[in-house]
């Protein structure tokens, strides 16, 4: 080995690790390249002669070693467009600028028409402004690409992936599932709310399919399906109607109400021509708790003065209260007629009375005064009480002429004390007697002295006394109250909810109310309200009506008056006959060659509620004209008309009349659902029929056994041809889809369609397997191209360029298009980039070896060279 060799060898192993360092110093600055793929140094030593004898040094020289099969690790990303491969292989790219050429790429399993022959890891894609996935280097992602017109991914070819599917077009709806729980028991009376559904025709127009239900029976339903704005209907038509009847029940009779009538009767006596009224007496009657009372007085006993008087004050009392009494009062001598203001209402009446306190009067006889020659004999009687009562008669006999003052209510106010009397007593005296007596009084004291001289008074006194007795009030019904019967009947519809057009007609008294079904009414208690509010609206009919359930109860507005017959015979005597008189009846009496006329009514019927009171007036009427009649219980006596003669019209018991009909309507077509009612089957789809569809499209699957699909296909047509749905309802005797459990309401748990109306442009995503999907504003996606893996069967032979690719080289073989995760293909990994695989650690490790190993090889040129110059200093 020579001096030289060895500085050869030195030299060779300098430029060696420059490459070493070279190798570290790539890696490290891609250390955050996307994609990039390390580069390790391989030494190889160079032998140039070696032996057990003899060995000559070669040196050494650094090779690239690429680790393309080492992946780095994954980062997720938010942007969707961003891909990264798990596992081996390559996206394949094209550069932008070159996209337009085309060649084809001998692959292992045959030739790839491809626009142009790069590889790469680098997947940060995102679109450019010509909608290229193209990535931070420029190189636009390749693909297979997906035919817009068939829809089938061409694999003989791969070509940039450019979006300009910008347009979704329409998608007519074809199928809809439907799963809802129809309730087993709806709230009586309401309506199944609709369902409806948005679908879309072949333009894309948004279009409504609506779901209408009813509850037929406790397992069978009517479903009625209904498409505005199409040419064809699912269900269309009607059929002959269910049966309908109207039919009569109890009919109960009508009864006037007849006013309760109490007759308050006055008893007291009667002294000195005075009905025994006492300052004091109240006199109360008493209806329904509440007091009408009197009180006698000073005051109002001259305005009263009779018992007669008397019972009519209290009639006023009872008329002019405030608020109103129940009852009228009339007075008739000394009764009270108290009549209830409402006829068959009742009433409780009391009466009373609170006496006041009784003055006994008396006269006591005073010393009389003997004649004198001057004057003449003076008698004096003296009157010892105050008070005097109504009725108390005073009598002063004077020489055989008796004089007498009587109280009486009239005068009472002006004269009511006993000195009062004394004076009026004095007064009479004086002007009767005047000429042979001459009376004065003072206070209780009577004088009477003879007007001769020397002559003598014959006098004396006696007081006649008003009864002491307290007077009475009794009170008798004379007129029973009997409570007002109004005539109603009952009328019961029959017929079946649902159908159209069913008439039900009631004719009130020949007057025809009709009300037609529109088929919207959930049960007969509907049909029967409805027909009821028509009789009510009408408010010329006698009657009112209610309902309830299927029944109607018609009941006249007013009660009855029952017919009682009455007859009027006799001339002169005139007898009127029967125990009772009605409203309506007519009573007419001829008498002095007038005819009297009396109509009984709702207002008069009270004053004339008997046969008596009827002839009364009668008799009240002749007596005015000038003529004599008298009533003696039920008969009319006419004493001035031998001929007079009476006639009666009696009055009709009035009842309204019923007369009925009913017409069938037509059941609306629709679609019969029947569910289950076996332990095996209970609220489970059994059968659906389509057999009352009438002129609509909908038909129904002729297999409807267990476990079969329950659908009903029909055709719509909105102007742009047929387009068949079919609605998917689960499968028959299957929970799911269509069911019928316990509940109250429908509950609609799905209800979707496959149709979609034309989407723009919203985005572009990667799915599963590679599939680039273009997603749209309709909620609608599309595959437009599928992203292949390529792999080599050394991927790290493949040559390098600039921006992150590699090119096919003979070392490398031949690339093979594979889908991902298939034939050893990695997968492709949406939202996420492949970082660089460079070990920052590992890179300064291998850099400080490379920087000891070059420093090594540098020393040995400097003791080469200081060697050398040992052999040049030789010759020295």
Excluded: C
Excluded at 607 to 619: G, M, W
């Amino acid at each position: 080995m020579s001096i030289f060799g060895s500085m050869t060898t030195a030299v060779l192993g300098l430029n060696a690790q420059s490459k070493a360092l070279g190798h570290i110093s790539d890696n490290i600055a891609n250390s955050s390249t996307i994609g990039y793929k390390r580069v390790d140094s391989a030494f190889e030593t160079m032998v140039l002669q070696s032996s057990q004898r003899l060995h000559e040094p070669g040196g050494v020289t650094a090779q690239p070693v690429f680790m393309n099969n080492i992946q780095g690790s994954l980062t997720q990303v938010q942007s969707p467009t961003n891909i990264a491969i798990q596992g081996q292989g390559f996206f394949s790219v094209t550069k932008v600028a070159t996209q337009g050429s085309s060649t084809l790429v001998q692959t292992q399993t045959g030739t790839v028409n491809s626009s142009a022959a790069f590889y790469t890891r680098a997947g940060d894609f995102e679109l450019d402004k010509s909608r290229y996935l193209v990535n931070s280097s420029g190189y636009a992602l390749n693909g297979w690409l997906v035919d817009p017109v068939t829809g089938v991914l061409h694999k003989d070819q791969v070509a940039p992936i450019q979006v300009n599917s910008l347009i979704d077009k329409p998608v007519a709806t074809n199928t809809i599932d439907l799963a809802a729980n129809l309730p087993a028991t709806p709230k009586p009376g309401e309506k199944i709310p609709d369902s409806s559904i948005q679908i879309f025709d072949s333009q894309g127009n948004p279009r409504t399919v609506n779901f209408k239900w009813r509850q037929q029976a406790d397992s069978s339903w009517r479903m009625v399906l209904d498409a505005p704005g199409s040419n064809t209907k699912p269900v269309d038509g009607t059929f002959t109607g269910n049966p309908a009847t109207v039919t009569f029940g109890q009919n109960i009779p009508g009864q006037t109400a007849v006013a309760q009538v109490n007759v308050i009767t006055l008893a007291g006596n009667n002294t000195n021509g005075q009905d025994n009224l006492r300052i004091g007496d109240t006199y109360s009657v008493k209806v329904d708790g509440t007091n009408y009372s009197l009180k006698i007085t000073a005051d109002n006993i001259g305005s009263i003065r009779t018992y007669s008087g008397l019972a009519g004050a209290l009639a006023n009392q009872i008329n002019s209260a405030s608020p109103a009494a129940s009852v009228l009062a009339t007075s008739s001598g000394q009764t009270i007629r108290v009549t209830a203001r409402e006829p068959g209402t009742p009433f409780k009446l009391n009466t009373d009375v609170v006496s006041g306190t009784n003055t006994t009067n008396t006269i006591v006889s005073q010393t009389s005064t003997a004649a004198t020659a001057s004057a003449g004999e003076i008698d004096k009687f003296q009157f010892p009480q105050t008070q005097v009562e109504v009725g108390d008669s005073f009598t002063i006999n004077v020489n055989g002429t008796p004089i007498s003052y009587t109280v009486t209510a009239a005068t009472y106010q002006s004269y009511s004390t006993v000195s009062d009397v004394v004076s009026q007593l004095a007064g009479k005296i004086n002007q009767s007697l005047g000429s042979s007596v001459t009376a004065s009084s003072a206070g209780n004291i009577l004088s009477i002295q003879a007007n001769a001289v020397n002559t003598n008074v014959t006098s004396s006194a006696t007081v006649t006394n008003s009864s002491a007795s307290v007077n009475t009030m009794s009170s008798l019904p004379s007129v029973a109250s009997v409570a007002g019967v109004r005539q109603s009947r009952t009328v019961t519809l029959t017929g079946t909810p649902g159908d159209i057009g069913t008439q039900y007609t009631l004719s009130i008294n020949g007057t025809a109310v009709t009300y037609s079904t529109t088929g919207e009414e959930m049960t007969m208690e509907d049909i029967t309200a409805a027909l009821a509010n028509k009789i009510n609206s009408n408010t010329s009919l006698p009657v009112t009506a209610t309902a309830q359930g299927g029944v109607i109860t018609v009941t006249s507005k007013t009660a009855a008056t029952p017919a009682n017959a009455n007859t009027m015979t006799g001339t002169g005597s005139i007898t009127l006959g029967g125990s009772k008189v009605d409203v309506g009846d007519t009573y007419k009496v001829t008498a002095g060659g007038v005819t009297y006329s009396l109509t009984l009514d709702n207002a008069n019927i009270n004053t004339y509620s008997t046969p008596n009171a009827v002839l009364n007036y009668f008799a009240t009427q002749i007596n005015g004209a000038g003529g004599t009649a008298t009533v003696t219980g039920n008969v009319l006596a006419v004493t001035s008309d031998a001929t007079a003669t009476g006639l009666v019209n009696d009055a009709t018991a009035y009842q309204f009349t019923l007369d009925q009909s009913a017409v069938a309507g037509q059941t609306p077509a629709h679609i019969g659902l029947t569910f289950g009612k076996t332990p095996e089957t209970v609220g489970t789809l059994t059968n659906i029929s389509t057999a009352l569809v009438g002129t609509g499209t909908a038909v129904s699957a002729a297999n409807q056994s267990a476990g079969s699909d329950a659908n009903v296909t029909f055709t719509v047509d909105y102007g742009f041809g047929p387009q068949q749905i079919s609605l998917n309802l689960g499968k028959y005797q299957k929970p799911g889809g269509l069911t019928q459990y316990a509940g109250e309401e429908i509950n609609v748990t799905q209800l979707v369609q496959n149709g979609a109306p034309r989407g723009q442009f919203k985005d572009v995503v990667f799915g599963d397997n590679g599939t680039v999907m273009v997603n749209y504003d309709n909620g609608r996606s599309k595959m437009v191209a599928k992203v292949p893996i390529i792999t080599f069967n050394n991927p790290n032979a493949l040559q390098r360029e600039s921006g992150g690719v590699f090119i096919e080289s003979e070392e490398a073989g031949k690339p093979n298009f594979n889908d991902p995760e298939t034939n050893g293909a990695g997968a492709v990994v949406a939202n996420s980039v492949e970082s660089s695989n460079v070990d920052i650690a590992d890179e300064f490790t291998k850099m400080i070896v490379t920087q000891r190993s070059y420093s090594a090889n540098a020393k040995i040129v400097t003791t080469s060279d200081e060697m050398l110059q040992e052999v040049l200093g030789l010759k020295r």
